[in-house]
């Protein structure tokens, strides 16, 4: 016979409390734990020891139940247990409500504790002086390239790439005006300005496009003026009360960005699918960038991604960015790095690093 909603809600009720109990129990233990951590002087965020807890339990998965589901609830549970331990700080571009804020919470759960910067160069230093534990922070979007205020610090930065994270981000536009034809200045982060120049030029042509260090910050000036509209996420405008006038604006679909995690030591075990970075200069000589990315072809390591910085202590010269598909212990890499070595001025590993689950915003 078919049980009643009530009967299924009453079952339901029983669950959640065993759950809610079970729960505790979970948290006592890693209050203590935490305790014998601090006692012995030991880091108190193991993240390797997460995902090996993730990827045991996700091979407990069902159809009810798939792996991300699963990883989704316990990178929360964990978050939450290991505020008990001791609260991890995380920077990242603020206030609350800015795409790398909600990018550091599908990392770190909503357990962690943001340490919410204005700048990305804030960002960075709240990590580097240990003010933070992590930084996340912007690296690259699919349709605007490289976040160069990122770039610039990365180059210099002690702090390594520890992780990496493609997160789907969906712009709205949000303001007091009545209709489009009321706007006159659109306020919002310059990436995302570009990720919807296209909408806005046929939208908005009329307008002033205003650059702002967040687009949580696009909202707040948005909100003191009718005249005036904020490109942003949803969270955004609905925590400054703005009403939307169009939504999903983006020129193009599947408008992902590429955040990444930084720390001072690296935070995961080696896999084979890792991505090592690394940055060099190449010697003023003819030839010579060209004689240093040769290297990789012939050890066999694909690149995807290389870029040019300026050198910020050399005029007019430039480092070179690069992302292989090898993790740096393999005896691949091994072997071009110590090649390279040879034929660069400088060269610095910066991480090799897993891809994070991705999600969107």
Same mark, same amino acid.
């Given at each position: 016979?078919?049980?009643?909603?009530?009967?299924?809600?009453?079952?339901?009720?029983?669950?959640?409390?065993?759950?809610?109990?079970?729960?505790?129990?979970?948290? &006592?233990?890693?209050? %203590?734990?935490?305790?014998?951590?601090? *006692?012995?002087?030991?880091?108190?965020?193991?993240?390797?020891?997460?995902?090996?807890?993730?990827?045991?339990? @996700?091979?407990?998965?069902?159809?009810?139940?798939?792996? +991300?589901?699963?990883?989704?609830?316990?990178?929360?549970?964990?978050?939450?247990?290991?505020? !008990?331990?001791?609260?991890?700080?995380? @920077?990242?571009?603020?206030?609350?409500?800015?795409?790398?804020?909600? *990018?550091?919470?599908?990392?770190?759960?909503?357990?962690?504790?943001?340490?919410?910067? $204005?700048?990305?160069?804030?960002?960075?230093?709240?990590?580097?002086?240990?003010?933070?534990?992590?930084?996340?922070?912007?690296?690259?979007?699919?349709?605007?390239?490289?976040?160069?205020?990122?770039?610039?610090?990365?180059?210099?930065?002690? !702090?390594? &790439?520890?992780?990496?994270?493609?997160?789907?981000?969906?712009?709205?536009?949000?303001?007091?005006?009545?209709?489009?034809?009321?706007?006159?200045? &659109?306020?919002?982060?310059?990436?995302?300005?570009?990720?919807?120049?296209?909408?806005?030029?046929?939208?908005?042509?009329?307008?002033?496009?205003?650059?702002?260090?967040?687009?949580?910050?696009?909202?707040?000036? *948005?909100?003191?003026?009718?005249?005036?509209?904020?490109?942003?996420?949803?969270?955004?405008?609905?925590?400054?009360?703005?009403?939307?006038?169009?939504?999903?604006?983006? %020129?193009?679909?599947?408008?992902?960005?590429?955040?990444?995690?930084?720390?001072?030591? $690296?935070?995961?075990? $080696?896999?084979?699918? %890792?991505?090592?970075?690394?940055?060099?200069?190449?010697? +003023?000589?003819?030839?010579? !960038?060209?004689?240093?990315? *040769?290297?990789?072809?012939?050890?066999?390591?694909?690149?995807?991604?290389?870029?040019?910085?300026? %050198?910020?202590?050399?005029?007019?010269?430039?480092?070179?960015?690069?992302?292989?598909?090898?993790?740096?212990?393999?005896?691949?890499?091994?072997?071009?790095?110590?090649?390279?070595? +040879?034929?660069?001025?400088?060269?610095?590993?910066?991480?090799?690093?897993?891809?994070?689950?991705?999600?969107?915003?």
């Amino acid at each position: 016979m078919t049980r009643s909603i009530e009967d299924l809600r009453n079952e339901i009720d029983a669950l959640d409390d065993a759950l809610v109990e079970l729960l505790t129990q979970r948290a &006592v233990c890693a209050r %203590d734990i935490g305790r014998l951590k601090k *006692a012995a002087s030991l880091s108190m965020h193991v993240p390797e020891r997460e995902r090996q807890v993730v990827e045991r339990l @996700s091979k407990k998965a069902t159809p009810e139940l798939p792996p +991300d589901a699963i990883s989704s609830v316990f990178r929360e549970i964990m978050s939450v247990c290991l505020r !008990l331990e001791e609260p991890l700080r995380i @920077s990242c571009l603020g206030p609350g409500t800015t795409f790398s804020h909600m *990018a550091m919470q599908r990392i770190f759960g909503v357990g962690a504790v943001p340490v919410s910067e $204005p700048t990305l160069d804030l960002v960075f230093d709240a990590a580097e002086r240990g003010q933070a534990h992590y930084a996340v922070v912007p690296f690259e979007n699919s349709t605007e390239g490289s976040v160069n205020a990122t770039l610039r610090r990365l180059v210099s930065t002690p !702090l390594q &790439v520890s992780a990496q994270c493609f997160l789907r981000v969906e712009h709205n536009l949000a303001s007091r005006a009545a209709s489009l034809a009321e706007v006159r200045i &659109v306020y919002s982060h310059p990436q995302a300005l570009g990720q919807a120049r296209r909408w806005l030029a046929e939208h908005l042509s009329h307008a002033e496009l205003r650059e702002t260090q967040s687009t949580s910050g696009a909202c707040q000036l *948005a909100a003191q003026n009718p005249e005036a509209a904020a490109l942003c996420s949803v969270s955004a405008a609905l925590e400054c009360g703005l009403p939307f006038l169009a939504r999903n604006v983006h %020129d193009t679909a599947g408008n992902e960005t590429r955040f990444l995690v930084l720390s001072p030591a $690296p935070l995961f075990s $080696p896999r084979e699918s %890792d991505v090592t970075s690394l940055v060099f200069a190449v010697r +003023d000589s003819f030839g010579s !960038l060209a004689a240093a990315l *040769a290297v990789f072809t012939r050890h066999g390591v694909n690149l995807r991604k290389l870029q040019s910085v300026p %050198d910020a202590t050399k005029p007019w010269t430039a480092l070179f960015w690069l992302d292989a598909e090898c993790p740096a212990h393999d005896s691949r890499m091994v072997a071009a790095l110590a090649e390279l070595a +040879d034929l660069t001025a400088s060269l610095r590993v910066l991480g090799s690093y897993p891809s994070l689950p991705a999600g969107n915003l």
